[in-house]
């Protein structure tokens, strides 16, 4: 019986769950993919944990003391509303609506100084000769914001999905922004891979039946992260762009067992 495919995570081996040998087609691997989707940020560009120590800040200050690494490892991407709204829901505690204005402004601020591409991410994207698009959380003025700091927003020109810009306006973990995306690229979903950093995302493409990379390459990231995704639903972990190329490849190769 052959195996799946395995690849080395953080040191250790993650098996690919519930995969299984495609049966011989026409097709090449690569060509089996419709779409590669990316999330931005804490994937492409370096950005969740500069949100995180703004959000940790404001929250501090209102009343809920919370570190940075702790708030980036609970709630990272989800908007700031939501993650405001799950607190309350957690611990009784109200905040003030306008917290979200002063999050949009400061955030921007700091990114405007901060922000940095993901080591190897512009040559990873680049790789995909096919499809390929963002869906984020984040608004389309942040994201084209922070690409054209990086330098990568040429590789995703007018292929920019904002969740709260959809028809439904409904962010991560609803899988709304990456079947909206499928439909405008005239992708089929199970044909579409994912690269997410957080187990919100995982959950979202999942849902839209997907199949998604976990990444960890990033600053945001903490201990058991890796394990956080994979139980999520991602297939595989990587922690270095480098070896994105290779992996794609590899699954793309096999299909999930129904």
Known sequence: ??????????????????LVAQE???????????????????????????????????????????????????????????????????S???????LIDQAELLIDRRLAAEVRSVEGARAAVASVTGKRCICSNSRTARLEATLGRSGLLPLFEGVIFSALETPSGKPKPAPDVFLHAASVMKAEPRRTFVVEDSVHGVAGARAAGMRVIGFTGASHTHPGHADLLSEAGAETVIRRWADFPAVLAALAEWSEDA
């Open 1 to 18: 019986m052959k195996c799946a495919p395995r690849f080395a995570v953080l040191g250790r081996l993650v098996y690919a769950p519930r």
């Open 24 to 90: 011989p087609d026409r097709e090449t691997p690569m060509e089996s993919i419709d779409l590669v989707i990316f999330d931005c940020d804490g994937v492409l560009v370096d950005s969740e944990i500069v949100a995180a120590r703004v959000e940790a800040e404001l929250l501090t200050k209102a009343g809920y003391p919370i570190e940075a690494d702790d708030l980036a490892r609970l709630y990272a991407g989800l908007t700031f509303k939501d993650i405001m709204l799950r607190i309350e829901q957690e």
């Open 92 to 98: 009784q505690q109200l905040f003030n609506a306008s």
